[in-house]
């Protein structure tokens, strides 16, 4: 079965070169290594073009992770491939990681995709990274760290939204697939290490007015749980966050104001499923 892994790459040139090497190592490497740059400006396209033995698209400008990720994905499809691995440029496999998940997948082939147990650099595991589970421990979300994709089951099933740049783009395609029949199951002995551990959402909270990205993670937030829960649900979410927001930094109308607009943009979204 042919694996290709799909990385998303910007402006990480080491890291992207180690994630590579750590892919090299393994017991049962991919049989194709795919690079999506995001138009990165740190020497990573032209270092790209250089190496032969990796399939690379350069894009002409940053388009997120969330259209890198569906571009990489459609390119697979179109390279053959039986299994699609994603993963950031900042991550580095266990040398066995692919390996015992491979071994899963053939043995289960009712199982659409897979995930690794994700760890930060001092071993703990990444909660951010934590997938949900129903009772009977099949996935109900996942994230692109990692997950070991079908690759038919994207034929079945659909493609991510390619126009939500970050966040919540792989959660909501993982919610959606779930909901079309589609299963996902842990692979406890599969591990990997992700170096950028990202923020809770408390911390976009306190940085509502500081973080260029808070706005673009609530409004996300919101479409996906609309989607989810229902549009009742997702408004009690604004004014929970209107409340926590105001007790952490004591600034009751600029956070209304701001999450107000995150909440109105995700009403006003309109989702690209694929990037064709």
């Avoid at 894009?59 to 569906?70: A, E, I, R, V």
């Avoid at 099949?138 to 126009?163: C, H, K, M, V, Y």
Wanted: charged share 20%; net charge neutral.
């Amino acid at each position: 079965m042919k694996v290709i892994a799909v990385i998303v790459s910007y402006n990480r040139l080491r890291l992207l070169q180690d994630c590579i090497h750590s892919l090299n190592q393994g017991s049962r490497k991919p049989d194709e290594i795919m690079v999506v740059d995001n138009a990165s400006t740190d020497g990573s396209q032209e270092w790209l073009t250089s190496q032969g033995h990796i399939t690379s698209y350069c894009l002409d400008n940053n388009k997120g992770g969330s259209f890198g990720f569906t571009y990489g994905m459609e390119k697979a499809l179109e390279n053959n491939a039986d299994w699609i691995w994603t993963m950031d440029e900042d991550v580095i496999v266990d040398p066995t990681c692919l390996e015992h998940m491979m071994t899963l997948a053939k043995s289960n082939p009712d199982v659409d995709y897979w995930c690794p147990n994700v760890v930060m650099p001092d071993n703990k595991i990444n909660l951010n990274s934590l997938p949900e589970t129903n009772t009977n421990l099949d996935l109900i979300t996942s994230t692109f760290i990692g997950t070991l994709q079908r690759a038919s089951s994207l034929e079945t099933f659909g493609l991510p939204i390619s126009n939500m740049f970050r966040f919540y783009d792989d959660i909501e395609f993982y919610w959606r697939i779930g909901k079309q029949g589609a299963r996902g199951r842990m692979a406890l002995k599969a591990q990997l290490t992700h170096f950028s551990t990202g923020k809770k959402e408390s911390e976009y909270l306190k940085d509502l007015h500081t973080d260029k990205w808070a706005p673009l993670y609530f409004q996300n937030q919101y479409y996906y749980l609309g989607k989810k829960n229902g549009r009742l649900n997702q408004l009690k979410k604004l004014m929970c966050d209107i409340a926590h927001a105001t007790n952490i930094n004591k600034s009751l109308i600029d956070n209304t104001l701001t999450l107000i607009r995150a909440y109105i943009k995700s009403l006003l979204f309109k989702p690209v499923y694929g990037t064709k």
